[in-house]
């Protein structure tokens, strides 16, 4: 593909995975503003977070099998008006029980996007090409909810309806880019049957590989860890350390720093190695820096960058594990690409409204919490993915072994 047309899609792909991130975290800032005029407490506010995480999980199982049956374009253009929809009505929300449903088919709509431009980038790249589509894909959709924060934090003080406003406006803007510059990509060859035993089949496959499985588990784990410093984040730093809204979305520019950093690596790392060393490399990293994390939330030292620093060292690789872990996985199923796209984001979003959910459930007035949330969450990423290489290994040696027994 030529350059200029490469950097075009790029661009309107990097557009529509914004918008899922965006809408999740640029209100943050503005909760404990939302529970007090909603007259709920700022903890069930949270809550709205994982609820958010719920729909996209859900939304991206729906999504992924009709977007390879009915093709990529309408289920984008469909999502974006059921966001649009949601947003809309959110600005005139009086009730936080209407609030919340609306956040929910906010995220319906959100997810649409997600999952269908991993199978566009399948369906219109191969080779180094990809890997760099997806790994700058990824760092928009990594780097979209750090940079949401910022920006929720400058508009929080004109008010926190404005932030659905914009949202709203985002989403028009986003339904006429799709419709003028976007072509169907997904060939009428491809297209996927749409009975529910063969969609089921098809997830069951994808999930049930001892090759994909630990890769896929291992990149929900650590999206769940980033999910969880998204939702316990307003408690820790604002509540706890006492900083201000503004300097909340500031501390937030770290993260981006650290994610634009660590996937501006990615191809170069990708280049000399493979997408699976790079990961596990990676997962060391993030592990490493979740362990830091618990001690300084034991030490209980002042400072609110004994916490931001050890958080900057599991973020800062988000961007190359979901990169590599996307590659691969889609570079095993290319034929029923969307549908590997939803499996693995519907498990990314649960593992986040799950992290989330367990993060809120405690409350201990420390950052405890918040930091043994994102330890298990390095752990089991680190593990699935160890685990899960050692058996596919050991199998192949197996395979190996009863063919040269078979050849004698």
């Known amino acids: 593909m030529q350059k200029a047309n490469f950097a075009r899609v790029l661009a309107i792909l990097c557009m529509i995975c914004a918008l899922g991130p965006l809408s999740t975290d640029m209100y943050l800032p503005s909760i404990p503003k939302i529970a007090s005029d909603l007259a709920t407490s700022v903890p069930t506010m949270q809550t709205t977070v994982s609820i958010f995480f719920l729909g996209m999980a859900f939304g991206q199982v729906i999504y992924g099998p009709l977007a390879d049956a009915f093709g990529r374009r309408k289920i984008i253009l469909v999502g974006s008006f059921i966001f649009f929809v949601a947003s809309f009505a959110a600005i ?113 496959s994808i999930l049930s590989s001892a090759k994909s499985f630990g890769v896929i588990f291992a990149q929900m784990a650590n999206g769940a860890g980033m999910f969880a410093f998204i939702a316990g984040s307003p408690y820790v730093y604002m509540s706890l350390y006492g900083i201000s809204e503004s300097m909340y979305g500031l501390l937030f520019a770290a993260n981006i720093v650290s994610i634009v950093v660590g996937t501006s690596f990615n191809t170069f790392l990708v280049r000399r190695s493979s997408p699976l060393k790079v990961m596990l490399g990676a997962l060391i990293f993030s592990f490493a ?87 298990v969450c390095a752990f089991l990423a680190l593990a699935s993915f160890v685990l899960s290489r050692m058996y596919v290994r050991r199998a192949r040696r197996l395979e190996s072994a009863c063919g040269a027994d078979s050849d004698r």
Not at 157 to 182: D, H, K, N, T
Not at 353 to 359: C, E, K, P, V, Y
């Open 92 to 204: 005139w929300a009086d009730d936080f029980r209407l609030f919340f449903g609306l956040r929910l088919l906010q995220s319906l709509g959100a997810s649409a996007g997600v999952v269908v431009i991993n199978a566009i980038m399948r369906d219109m790249f191969d080779g180094l090409e990809f890997v760099r589509a997806v790994t700058v894909t990824m760092l928009t959709i990594n780097i979209a909810p750090l940079v949401a924060p910022t920006l929720g934090g400058l508009i929080a003080p004109l008010g926190w309806r404005l932030v659905f406003v914009i949202l709203s406006i985002y989403a028009l803007c986003l339904m006429g880019v799709v419709r003028l510059g976007l072509k169907e990509t997904l060939d009428e060859s491809n297209r996927q049957s749409i009975r529910p035993i063969e969609i089921l089949s098809n997830y069951r």
């Open 289 to 375: 820096g979740s362990a830091l994390l618990v001690v300084s939330a034991h030490a209980r030292f002042e400072s609110v960058f004994s916490i931001v620093i050890p958080v900057v060292m599991f973020i800062c690789v988000v961007g190359i594990v979901g990169s590599n872990s996307t590659a691969y996985i889609l570079g095993i199923y290319k034929d029923k690409a969307a549908t590997a796209s939803g499996a693995m984001g519907f498990l990314r979003f649960a593992g986040g409204a799950l992290a989330g959910f367990a993060l809120n459930s405690f409350e201990t007035g420390d950052a405890l919490p918040f930091a043994y949330t994102i330890f």
